[in-house]
């Protein structure tokens, strides 16, 4: 018999919510419904109003809802922000039962031991990934339980988020009275909607250019190495052309999709387009090289920042399979041919993975890499921090937030 699940991912951008339903039919996932709104009340990645952003979100997931027929109980939610940090640890166990043979209960004892470090002031962990144990020197072993030995290492990668920002995430979700499988970094998530294990296991770069924020990650032997989110995006890219044409918002993002492209070189000089004027409802004639005179500095600093940091973390000569771009930025006009120019690396859009079915035109964006990212997430994590806010209601400092609140208000 097939075994079928029902899992729901939330998507909480910067200039978008998506709430994406997903029913698991063995190791494939059908999308079975979809919600989408534009997204208030976060700034760079992160919950700044509790209320908008809980009305946000409750219009992607009522959309969805309808779309699949079910009652949405719960959600697999992603976060970002500069807020995010990762640290790489280890722990050692012994195994002195007579039989020696590893146990699921070794996995659990030897990663707590890997998980005893001080946090940054103010932090909470989010996730604890094994990337490999060690069973009597022997490394690279991804599931030693069965095996015999007398000696379990284990190296994790810790990703950790300040309190106050997970925890107002969790809020805005829970307040709608849907509990919460669990918060997923979203750059993790992304990862396992656009990178081939190939990339994963050699070495690769993968940058989500989102709205608000670029989250930059590093993979290699098949797991997350490094995490980093820049403030820098496309909303930063629309606003500098906002002020360098002199035009209101919504034109300068109608003519960055439609006439933006990231190499100067590409525009001919006699090529022009016509934009609105701010405050009235004329129309200019602009050329096409100063538009892409002023996207192409923006990209060129977003990449520079994220490459710094590859090197600063010690990565830059270990990623061999080069860059994958995603999120909506990813589509501007020859951002992947940009970055490959500059740093001499392959570079190519992140597409989305095999084994996704239904709603393909949706799958199909690179918008929706986070949601599908997570949908695959819930299938496939080897995380050991499962499960954190499980309860509609929320934890108890929650609740006893709330109800301060409800009393101050009266
Ligand atoms: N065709 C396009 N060309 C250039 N930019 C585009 C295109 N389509 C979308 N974008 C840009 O992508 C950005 C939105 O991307 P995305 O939906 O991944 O962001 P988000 O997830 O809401 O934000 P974040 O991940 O930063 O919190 C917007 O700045 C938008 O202008
Ligand atoms: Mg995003």
Known sequence: MRQEKVVVALDVGTTKIVALVGNLIGGS?????????????????????????VSSIRKAIEEAETMADIKISSVYVGIAGKHISSINNSGTVSINRPSRTILADDLRRVVET??????????????????????????????PVGMTGT????????????????????????????????????????????LSSAEKELGAILMDIGGGTADIS???????????????????????????LQTPVEEAERIK?????????????????????????????????????????????????????????????????????????????GIA???????????????????????????????????????KYAVESRDFKRQRHKKPGGSLITKLFDWFRRIIRG
């Open 29 to 53: 996932i059908e999308i079975i419904g979809m919600g989408k709104g534009p997204s208030h009340g976060l700034e760079k990645g992160v919950v700044v109003d509790i209320g908008r952003t």
């Open 114 to 143: 890997a998980q005893a470090l001080q946090l940054p002031q103010e932090s909470e962990v989010i996730h604890i990934i094994p990337r490999q144990y060690i069973v009597d020197g022997q490394d690279g072993i991804t599931d």
């Open 151 to 194: 000696r379990l290492e284990v190296d994790v990668h810790i990703v950790t988020g300040s309190i106050t920002a997970v925890h107002n995430l969790a809020r805005c979700v829970e307040s709608l009275g849907i509990g919460i499988e669990q918060i997923v970094l979203e750059p993790l998530a992304s990862s396992m909607a656009v």
């Open 218 to 244: 590093v993979f290699r032997g098949g797991d997350i190495w490094f995490s980093k989110v820049i403030s820098i995006a496309g909303e930063h890219i629309t606003n500098d052309i906002t002020v360098g």
């Open 257 to 333: 999709k439609t006439a933006g492209t990231a190499l100067v070189d590409s525009v001919g000089d006699d090529e022009t387009i016509e934009v609105a004027t701010i405050g009235g409802d004329g129309r200019k004639i602009v050329s096409k090289k100063k538009l892409s005179k002023i996207i192409e500095p923006r990209v060129e600093e977003l990449f520079d920042l994220a490459m710094q940091e590859v090197e600063d973390a010690g990565y830059r000569d270990l990623v061999p399979a080069g860059l994958v771009i995603t999120g909506g930025t990813s589509l501007l006009h």
């Open 337 to 375: 041919e940009f970055a490959a120019d500059r740093y001499g690396i392959p570079a190519r859009r992140g597409n989305i993975p095999e084994g996704i079915h239904g709603l393909s035109d949706i799958v199909e964006s690179p918008i929706y890499a986070t949601s599908i990212g997570l949908l």
